[in-house]
């Protein structure tokens, strides 16, 4: 069975048919009354031997139809008014709807009924109401979103930065550095400033990804854990195991996943338990990618300020990928896991 849309009343066709209507019962209440009127004075006369001239009668005629006629008049009135006070008062209230439009009320809605002119008219000024109400909620979530964007990404600014200063400290310490020992370090400041620069570009064009294809991706993650491993394995036992295929490939963004790992390498650094050993895994479970990082806390963590905002940059950086972020935490003990789909 088709459904079908019913057909649109016209309101001009609507009133035209009250008017119409009022004025079939006001005629006929008129004619009613002048004949009703007619038979009493015919009445009255008959029983009383009144006899009127053809002067008087026409006379007693004029005012039996100008008693009708404003009988009629208020009947059609108050007929008329009746009929259409509905549509008056819906009027109002579509007014009344534009009213907390223009005054930012967009939760207001206009009851819908009929099917005219005016139920077009009260569903446009709810269209128009929704439309801005959710554009309203769009642009909320919109500035919220760059709010969290640039608290993430100058959380994650400040992670090569705090290494750059580490060992620029350790340059200063030193009263002799050979040539290798300062090659070693300053390539690692032109690495860690060349990803400062990455990420305030991030910044500054509002999130821009810079997705590149890896045919043997596998090599980029072993080089990404050892990183990871270089960073910790002075201060920390490290363990780093990789099973992935050799005919593993995928399209990444390298700074993405770099800050994926200085992340976790930030929070090992800050509330891992030097005394116990920091575990990475990086492996694939059916069609995803998993990062798992696991690390016992230390009983009393560095005093450091903390907004969460590397948990959420993980997060944020997985969803790009079709992934999530799942934390396992007690008291003890800190495990998080990064998987990664659509690559």
């Known amino acids: ?19 119409a209507l009022c004025f079939g019962i006001s005629l006929i209440l008129y004619l009613l009354l002048g004949f009703v009127g007619r038979s009493i004075v015919d009445s009255y006369c008959f029983y009383h031997d009144v006899y009127l001239d053809e002067f008087e009668l026409r006379q007693l005629d004029n005012i039996v139809a100008g008693f009708a006629f404003v009988i009629s008049a208020l009947c059609f009135s108050g007929a008329f008014l009746a009929l259409f006070a509905k549509k008056l008062a819906y009027i109002r209230k579509i007014i009344a709807g534009v009213h907390a439009m223009q005054q930012g009320n967009y939760s207001h809605e206009v009851v819908i ?3 005219n002119e005016l139920t077009t008219l009260a569903q446009a000024v709810n269209y128009l109401s929704h439309t801005e109400r959710d554009l309203k909620k769009r642009e909320s979530e919109l500035a919220l979103q760059r709010e969290q964007l640039i608290r993430a990404l100058s959380h994650d600014i400040r992670t090569p930065l705090t290494s750059i200063m580490s060992y620029t400290e350790l340059l200063c310490a030193k009263d002799k550095l050979d040539e290798q020992e300062g090659r070693a370090y300053l390539d690692l400041v032109s690495k860690k400033t060349a990803q400062i620069k990455q990420l305030t ?3 500054l064009d509002g999130g821009h990804r810079n997705l590149e294809h890896f045919e043997h991706a596998t090599l980029l993650y072993e080089q990404l854990a050892g990183e990871f491993e270089e960073s910790l394995e002075q201060d920390y036992i490290v363990s780093v195991s990789i099973s992935l295929p050799d005919t593993f490939k995928g399209s990444f963004d390298v700074g993405e996943l770099r800050r994926i790992f200085d992340n976790l390498i930030s929070n090992v650094q800050k509330y891992a338990d030097p005394a116990s050993p920091v575990e990475l895994r990086i492996f694939c479970d059916e069609s995803r990618l998993i990062i798992s990082q696991k690390n016992a806390i230390a009983a009393k963590p560095k005093a450091v300020e903390s907004y969460q905002m590397g948990i959420y940059s993980i997060h944020r950086i997985a969803q790009n990928y079709g992934g999530s972020v799942e934390v396992v935490k007690t008291d003890a003990q800190f495990e998080i896991f990064i998987k990664l789909s659509d690559f």
């Not at 459904?3 to 008017?19: C, G, M, Q, W, Y």
């Open 1 to 19: 069975m088709t459904d079908r849309t019913p057909k649109r009343h016209n309101l001009s066709f609507e009133i035209l048919a009250t008017v």
């Open 113 to 115: 009924r009929g099917n």
């Open 201 to 203: 570009d991030i910044l």
